[in-house]
């Protein structure tokens, strides 16, 4: 094995900082699988395997601890935060904050105040868990973002 | 008591893909490189900081079985392992120095802070790096 299991991993990796970097922008999921070198299907299939979640999964987590960020640490509105982290729409925006938080995103800000940490120890460190068992069985196929590819095959 | 920390390590894949990327691309020096038997010792430290060295570690033989190897490798290139941070004095000089000398992978480009510009990126097996730019005294008194 190895150092072809360990290269294609490493595309793989290259391919999620790709959605670590661009989360604010339309990403879809060709255009990631693209960074990685291979099919949509596989890159989907491989990337759970290698991540433990599908790839819209792990960019929805991404935008969801942004948008806490912005919460937390500024005054700007609910909607304004929800297109800045790179949802499409505030309905999907609470929706997927709920079910990945527990809360909305008004009891949130309500509840919590900026942070001293560094901001690279915050982006890790406060990336919402994910719990155990559900991984990406959560993300039900209405559950659009500009990544909805993704829920066929996150399918269990 | 302890006075000051010596040596980290980290785990590459190869240890002159590592050196090559360390120092050429990124910019440290080498420290140590000597050979024991079948182990190579070696090291890279900031130029200016000859007292801390980052040791470059290969899984595999002595320390490890092949199959604990292979799982620390695996580890290594899905970017699980633990990564180095470094200060710099001019964070976006560095960031366009790095493009020059053909670093692709960053995890971040420069991006400002209270605390000052940081950015990151990836040695080429998956470790992540970081640079932090730290905002001084002055400037922070001024912001």
Known sequence: ????????????????????????????VRTIAAVAHVSEAHFIRSFKAAFGETPHRYLQRRRVERSMFLLRETDRSITDICFDVGFMSLGTFSRTFREIIGETPTSYRDGHGPMVAP???QMWAMRPRVPDGTTARAIGPAQSSSFGEANAAAAP | MLTRLNVTSIY???????????VNKLGLEKGSDFKQGDYRWLTVRVPGQPDVEIGLEQPGPPLHDEATAEQIRELISKGALSGLVFHTDDARALYETLQERGVSDFTQEPIDHFYGTDMGLRD???NAIRILERKTAAATATA
């Open chain 1, 119 to 121: 901001n690279c120890v």
């Open chain 2, 12 to 22: 590459v894949l190869d240890k002159d893909e590592a050196l090559d990327f360390y």
């Open chain 2, 124 to 126: 080429p097996f998956g």
């Open chain 1, 1 to 28: 094995m190895s150092r072809e299991v360990e290269d294609f991993n490493r595309r793989l990796l290259r391919a999620r900082d790709a959605m670590d970097r661009a989360y604010a922008e339309p990403l879809d």
